[in-house]
Protein backbone atom coordinates (compact mmCIF):
# COMPACT_ATOMS: atom_id res chain seq x y z
CA UNK A 1 0.00 0.00 0.00
CA UNK A 2 1.13 3.45 -0.58
CA UNK A 3 0.56 6.94 0.92
CA UNK A 4 -0.76 7.50 4.40
CA UNK A 5 -2.99 5.13 5.41
CA UNK A 6 -4.69 6.00 8.58
CA UNK A 7 -6.53 3.56 11.31
CA UNK A 8 -9.22 3.36 12.65
CA UNK A 9 -11.23 5.75 10.39
CA UNK A 10 -13.80 6.35 13.04
CA UNK A 11 -14.07 6.18 16.55
CA UNK A 12 -16.12 6.97 19.64
CA UNK A 13 -14.94 6.44 22.75
CA UNK A 14 -15.92 7.47 26.51
CA UNK A 15 -14.00 10.18 28.30
CA UNK A 16 -12.52 7.60 30.14
CA UNK A 17 -11.26 5.37 27.67
CA UNK A 18 -7.76 4.95 26.43
CA UNK A 19 -7.40 4.41 23.00
CA UNK A 20 -4.47 5.00 20.18
CA UNK A 21 -4.84 6.26 16.47
CA UNK A 22 -1.99 4.63 14.13
CA UNK A 23 -0.71 6.22 11.15
CA UNK A 24 1.54 4.75 8.80
CA UNK A 25 3.26 6.15 5.66
CA UNK A 26 4.97 4.14 3.20
CA UNK A 27 6.76 6.98 0.76
CA UNK A 28 10.16 6.99 2.78
CA UNK A 29 9.46 10.37 4.51
CA UNK A 30 11.31 11.36 7.54
CA UNK A 31 8.80 13.92 8.96
CA UNK A 32 5.63 13.28 10.26
CA UNK A 33 2.76 15.61 11.94
CA UNK A 34 -0.66 14.96 13.61
CA UNK A 35 -3.37 17.70 12.80
CA UNK A 36 -6.86 18.58 14.65
CA UNK A 37 -9.16 19.22 12.42
CA UNK A 38 -12.56 20.87 13.84
CA UNK A 39 -15.67 21.97 12.32
CA UNK A 40 -15.29 25.56 11.50
CA UNK A 41 -11.87 25.94 12.67
CA UNK A 42 -8.81 25.62 10.87
CA UNK A 43 -6.17 23.36 11.08
CA UNK A 44 -4.27 23.38 14.20
CA UNK A 45 -0.91 21.36 13.89
CA UNK A 46 -0.45 19.15 17.13
CA UNK A 47 2.78 17.47 17.20
CA UNK A 48 5.77 17.47 14.71
CA UNK A 49 8.18 14.52 14.09
CA UNK A 50 11.38 14.39 12.16
CA UNK A 51 13.83 11.44 12.25
CA UNK A 52 11.56 10.17 14.84
CA UNK A 53 12.17 12.44 17.17
CA UNK A 54 9.42 15.02 18.31
CA UNK A 55 10.50 18.41 17.49
CA UNK A 56 7.50 20.50 17.95
CA UNK A 57 4.68 19.99 20.59
CA UNK A 58 2.22 22.70 20.16
CA UNK A 59 0.36 23.58 23.84
CA UNK A 60 -0.96 20.10 23.22
CA UNK A 61 -3.02 18.64 26.29
CA UNK A 62 -1.24 15.96 28.08
CA UNK A 63 -4.41 13.81 27.64
CA UNK A 64 -2.76 13.60 24.07
CA UNK A 65 0.45 11.14 23.91
CA UNK A 66 2.06 10.83 20.71
CA UNK A 67 4.73 8.46 19.58
CA UNK A 68 6.58 7.63 16.44
CA UNK A 69 9.01 4.45 17.00
CA UNK A 70 10.04 4.32 13.43
CA UNK A 71 9.72 6.82 10.51
CA UNK A 72 7.15 4.83 9.25
CA UNK A 73 4.87 4.42 12.22
CA UNK A 74 3.14 7.45 14.45
CA UNK A 75 0.95 6.72 17.16
CA UNK A 76 -1.69 9.39 19.02
CA UNK A 77 -2.48 7.96 22.24
CA UNK A 78 -5.54 9.10 23.78
CA UNK A 79 -7.01 9.23 27.70
CA UNK A 80 -9.09 10.75 29.68
CA UNK A 81 -10.32 13.51 26.87
CA UNK A 82 -13.28 15.94 26.63
CA UNK A 83 -15.94 16.10 24.22
CA UNK A 84 -14.52 18.83 22.82
CA UNK A 85 -11.60 16.94 21.76
CA UNK A 86 -13.89 15.51 19.00
CA UNK A 87 -12.38 16.50 15.83
CA UNK A 88 -10.83 14.71 12.44
CA UNK A 89 -7.40 13.92 13.32
CA UNK A 90 -5.15 14.11 10.63
CA UNK A 91 -1.58 12.67 10.34
CA UNK A 92 0.60 13.86 7.37
CA UNK A 93 4.37 13.11 6.42
CA UNK A 94 6.66 15.01 4.30
CA UNK A 95 9.93 14.19 3.20
CA UNK A 96 11.99 16.25 5.68
CA UNK A 97 10.32 18.80 7.70
CA UNK A 98 11.08 22.40 6.67
CA UNK A 99 10.70 20.95 2.68
CA UNK A 100 8.53 22.41 0.53
CA UNK A 101 7.23 20.06 -1.83
CA UNK A 102 3.98 19.70 0.13
CA UNK A 103 2.88 17.01 2.88
CA UNK A 104 0.55 13.61 2.35
CA UNK A 105 -2.45 13.56 4.41
CA UNK A 106 -4.15 10.53 5.29
CA UNK A 107 -7.96 9.99 5.32
CA UNK A 108 -7.88 11.23 9.04
CA UNK A 109 -9.75 9.68 12.18
CA UNK A 110 -13.21 11.21 13.34
CA UNK A 111 -13.03 10.84 17.10
CA UNK A 112 -16.11 11.38 18.79
CA UNK A 113 -16.33 11.97 22.80
CA UNK A 114 -19.43 10.67 24.22
CA UNK B 1 1.91 34.08 14.77
CA UNK B 2 1.33 34.10 10.96
CA UNK B 3 -1.42 33.95 9.24
CA UNK B 4 -2.86 33.45 6.01
CA UNK B 5 -6.19 34.88 4.98
CA UNK B 6 -8.01 32.90 2.56
CA UNK B 7 -11.45 34.31 0.81
CA UNK B 8 -13.73 33.56 0.51
CA UNK B 9 -14.83 31.61 3.16
CA UNK B 10 -17.64 29.80 1.49
CA UNK B 11 -18.97 29.99 -2.28
CA UNK B 12 -22.29 28.33 -3.31
CA UNK B 13 -21.93 28.54 -7.50
CA UNK B 14 -24.02 26.89 -10.34
CA UNK B 15 -22.59 23.94 -12.18
CA UNK B 16 -20.61 25.05 -15.19
CA UNK B 17 -19.92 28.58 -13.38
CA UNK B 18 -16.06 29.58 -12.87
CA UNK B 19 -14.41 30.07 -9.27
CA UNK B 20 -11.86 31.96 -7.90
CA UNK B 21 -10.09 32.21 -4.38
CA UNK B 22 -7.17 33.48 -2.92
CA UNK B 23 -4.91 33.77 -0.08
CA UNK B 24 -3.03 36.74 0.97
CA UNK B 25 -0.52 37.40 3.76
CA UNK B 26 1.72 40.70 4.95
CA UNK B 27 4.81 38.12 4.73
CA UNK B 28 6.64 36.19 2.13
CA UNK B 29 6.56 32.96 1.12
CA UNK B 30 8.86 31.00 -1.09
CA UNK B 31 6.44 28.26 -1.71
CA UNK B 32 2.47 28.43 -2.29
CA UNK B 33 0.52 25.07 -2.08
CA UNK B 34 -3.29 24.42 -3.02
CA UNK B 35 -4.94 21.34 -1.63
CA UNK B 36 -8.38 20.25 -1.79
CA UNK B 37 -10.02 18.34 0.88
CA UNK B 38 -13.42 15.79 0.02
CA UNK B 39 -15.89 15.27 3.36
CA UNK B 40 -14.51 12.79 5.36
CA UNK B 41 -10.92 12.81 3.83
CA UNK B 42 -7.52 14.11 4.68
CA UNK B 43 -6.36 17.24 2.24
CA UNK B 44 -4.53 15.85 -1.34
CA UNK B 45 -2.41 18.37 -3.01
CA UNK B 46 -3.51 19.97 -6.29
CA UNK B 47 -0.86 22.36 -7.10
CA UNK B 48 2.36 23.55 -5.76
CA UNK B 49 3.88 27.07 -6.54
CA UNK B 50 7.75 27.98 -6.64
CA UNK B 51 8.89 31.16 -8.01
CA UNK B 52 7.28 34.44 -7.82
CA UNK B 53 4.83 35.20 -11.19
CA UNK B 54 4.54 31.32 -11.45
CA UNK B 55 1.49 29.91 -13.28
CA UNK B 56 0.67 26.35 -13.30
CA UNK B 57 -2.12 24.17 -14.39
CA UNK B 58 -3.35 21.05 -13.85
CA UNK B 59 -6.55 20.53 -15.40
CA UNK B 60 -9.69 22.66 -14.56
CA UNK B 61 -7.26 24.32 -12.45
CA UNK B 62 -5.05 27.59 -12.39
CA UNK B 63 -3.45 28.48 -9.81
CA UNK B 64 -0.46 31.74 -9.66
CA UNK B 65 2.23 32.69 -7.56
CA UNK B 66 2.16 36.59 -6.73
CA UNK B 67 4.61 39.02 -8.25
CA UNK B 68 5.08 40.25 -4.62
CA UNK B 69 5.18 36.65 -2.96
CA UNK B 70 2.65 37.61 -0.77
CA UNK B 71 -0.37 35.81 -2.76
CA UNK B 72 -1.63 33.36 -4.34
CA UNK B 73 -5.11 32.88 -6.36
CA UNK B 74 -6.70 29.47 -7.54
CA UNK B 75 -9.18 29.02 -10.24
CA UNK B 76 -11.15 26.63 -11.75
CA UNK B 77 -12.94 26.67 -14.63
CA UNK B 78 -16.17 25.33 -15.50
CA UNK B 79 -17.13 24.13 -12.63
CA UNK B 80 -18.94 20.50 -11.79
CA UNK B 81 -20.19 18.99 -9.38
CA UNK B 82 -17.66 16.75 -8.27
CA UNK B 83 -15.50 19.89 -7.44
CA UNK B 84 -17.38 20.62 -4.20
CA UNK B 85 -15.12 20.40 -0.81
CA UNK B 86 -13.14 22.21 0.93
CA UNK B 87 -9.91 24.39 -0.70
CA UNK B 88 -6.78 25.28 1.37
CA UNK B 89 -3.69 27.29 0.43
CA UNK B 90 -0.65 26.58 2.14
CA UNK B 91 2.61 28.47 2.48
CA UNK B 92 6.20 27.99 3.43
CA UNK B 93 7.68 31.28 4.79
CA UNK B 94 10.63 32.71 2.60
CA UNK B 95 13.82 31.47 4.75
CA UNK B 96 12.16 29.45 7.55
CA UNK B 97 13.11 25.82 7.90
CA UNK B 98 9.53 25.55 9.74
CA UNK B 99 6.39 23.93 8.74
CA UNK B 100 3.99 24.64 6.37
CA UNK B 101 1.24 27.45 7.26
CA UNK B 102 -2.55 26.57 6.25
CA UNK B 103 -5.35 28.76 5.01
CA UNK B 104 -8.69 28.70 6.82
CA UNK B 105 -10.15 27.45 3.75
CA UNK B 106 -12.64 27.62 1.29
CA UNK B 107 -15.92 25.42 1.35
CA UNK B 108 -16.98 25.46 -2.45
CA UNK B 109 -20.78 23.78 -3.16
CA UNK B 110 -21.82 23.03 -6.78
CA UNK B 111 -25.57 23.29 -7.49
CA UNK B 112 -26.37 21.06 -10.84
Known amino acids: ETGVTQTPRHLVMGMTNKKSLKCEQH?????MYWYKQSAKKPLELMFVYSLEERVENNSVPSRFSPECPNSSHLFLHLHTLQPEDSALYLC?????????????FGSGTRLTVV | GQQLNQSPQSMFIQEGEDVSMNCTSSSIFNTWLWYKQDPGEGPVLLIALYKAGELTSNGRLTAQFGITRKDSFLNISASIPSDVGIYFC????????????FGKGTKLSVKP
Open chain 2, 90 to 101: AGQLLGSQGNLI
Open chain 1, 92 to 104: ASSQDRGQDYGYT
Open chain 1, 27 to 31: LGHNA
